[in-house]
């Protein structure tokens, strides 16, 4: 069995190994550890392989299989990943605030890695890497708990990682994988806080509620996103029906797709028929209540249980609503915080939805789809958080570290 | 039993309320909490005579029969106490970011409240209303669950806040008090993730720990502090006394006392027989380890636990170490990342600890008694975080806000 507390001795002596380390040393790890995956693509290829084979014995679906599958075409993407992300500015060692006080002390506020990283995921090997990158850049160990379905691909590819810090004379430790499919393990390792400073879960809705509910270490929940578009009376109807399309359909299986959409009952004939016609050759299933049959007597009912789905597949809910107050409700009690968008013209209602509506993310006039590191210009990411401590919506580098206050005095005691 | 769903929901409406109030509303609401804290003084203090007298009844000991008592003056601190928050500056609605894509989007990023905050506290009834004055301050509602011994006067004060609250026109849920003893109460509170977006437990370890084991709710962990004062070779011997001294008896009762020195091997001789002589008149015990007992022959065993408590008592900690990486280490193994400080004029070994060394709050030449909001200019505090997520060090009103991102556009899509 896995000695947890022996991965996180070595992670804590990795830690401290990093804090000694320059950017331009970190940026020289991280190349060498894309050289190195693009160097030994053939190893990695044969054990997803073998992961690949045991997916299609045991029946795994054809989604899943795709994100599990590797191809040398996808090792290219996760070491140009990793030169990327050795690009990108270096957040740590940045001075937050720097002050002096009236007794002279000198007070800075500096950001520093956050330590270790604890992450838990299911069958997707590039993120093996990318989780990898992201830390490393910022100074950070990792411990990574990978899916079991992809164990043979992700020991291979942490293995290839780690040989490229060892020969940079950087200790191996900063990675590590939790090579153990044994589910006590996992669960051990959630309550590994003497060590770890921060649990990242990526995945279902179900791995992220087992992390909140089991884990000691503070844990930044990601992902789910039941992401609803509010088109309000006053909205311009083209619009709404292309930003619509795009945020449900442009990729149905990611968590800034929109799963719901809330329509005024004012604007609901103009757009309905559109917008049922344009998602039609998407064959995008439609559930909606009384009021949307009137105009769309072809749709699905809508339950209650449609309005809490994450559904991550081409069916829609819709809900007519009567104000933007009655939309920011629907959303409060329906929504995960993730990304939220109402469109319309009329300024007032904008203001209202946007101010109104918890989330990581409020859009007016434009797709939820653009919830992504990325698109916001901060290069990769590690997840989008939908909580509120510490970092909200895309996290990038900047959100793997804390800061710490330095102060310097001549001796000052307090009075 | 107390309905905590239903306390959840009004917390929630109460939030909602509460973002539509403007800073200066918040800040009428704040005098008119204080003025009222005043004019009820009589009220309060009957109350909590009814707590003292259980108290005493109950054997409680002197100490914190001391916190749990009221008394004219300190209503009039809690009053001036929220007149000083009101006066801060508002962090609500800073825009931290902003920034244009290329394909036109206007991405801000905002700081808003954090919405409905838990705090889970002992018979401390100052608490209660400094906690609501930094949590209505920053435009969040509060759930309080203080200690059983401080209910009347608990129950007493918030009844107060909730008055005056409601002739301002404000909703009373902003503030609610769980005004129950059942500890079944308090665990089912740590579950309330439903509505409560963070969890503040302050108090003793034992609360703390009790809070992030069972809270499914995202915790800040505050307030224990077993920190160190490590004297270089190179200290200025007196310079370090005085600091010593400071750190360990100005209070001590309090989290950014020092509990234990780290001195270094070839300055014990110069440091200790002075040091021990500035302590006696305050009656510190020393407990030393063997090269520290060579110097002074009547101080006590150290024990391994030794250097693991937080004594908050007039005890001290003595363990010579021959390097400021030992120190960093020991601090690493039995430090719990509030206060750490270094006595030296080796600006280069100051470097080495400074950055090294994983704790909210690193010192050079200070007492570790600066650990404050007041004293970082911050204003109020409601807990010194010694976690890395989102808060670390003093939390003041900035640390009770999240952001989101606003995103305008004129209906992009993603290509």
Known sequence: MTDLREMGERAVAAKAQLQTLHAGERTRGLMAAADALLQNAETILKENNTDMENAVRNGMNPGLQDRLRLTAERICDMAEGLRQVAGLPDPVGEVMQEMTRPNGLQIRKVRVPLGVVGMIYEARPNVTADAFGLCFKTGNAVILKGGSDALHS?????????????????????????????????????????????????????LIQSVVENSTIPVIETGTGNCHIYVDAAADVDMAVKIICNAKTQRVG?????ESLLVHGDIRERLLPK???ALA??????????RVKEVLPDCTDATQEDYGREYLDYILSIKTVD??????????RYGTRHSECIVTEDEKAAEKFLNGTDAACVYWNASTRF???FEFGFGAEIGIS?????????????E??????????????RG
């Open 154 to 206: 992700n020991a291979a590819i942490v293995k290839v990682l780690r040989g490229a810090l060892e020969k940079e004379g950087i200790s191996p430790d900063a990675l590590q994988l939790i090579a153990d499919t044994d589910r006590q393990v996992t669960v051990a390792f959630m309550k590994l806080k003497e060590y770890v400073d921060v649990l990242i879960p990526r995945g279902s809705k179900r």
């Open 254 to 258: 990611v968590c800034n797709a929109c």
């Open 275 to 277: 917008l049922a016609e």
């Open 281 to 290: 050759p998407k064959s995008v299933e439609l559930r909606g209540d009384r």
């Open 323 to 332: 104000s933007t107050e009655e939309a920011v409700a629907h959303i409060g």
């Open 371 to 373: 919830t992504d590191g």
């Open 386 to 398: 939908t909580q509120k401590l510490h970092a909200r919506g895309p996290m990038g580098p900047r």
């Open 400 to 413: 793997l570290t804390t800061y710490k206050y330095i102060i310097c005095g001549d001796g000052q005691i």
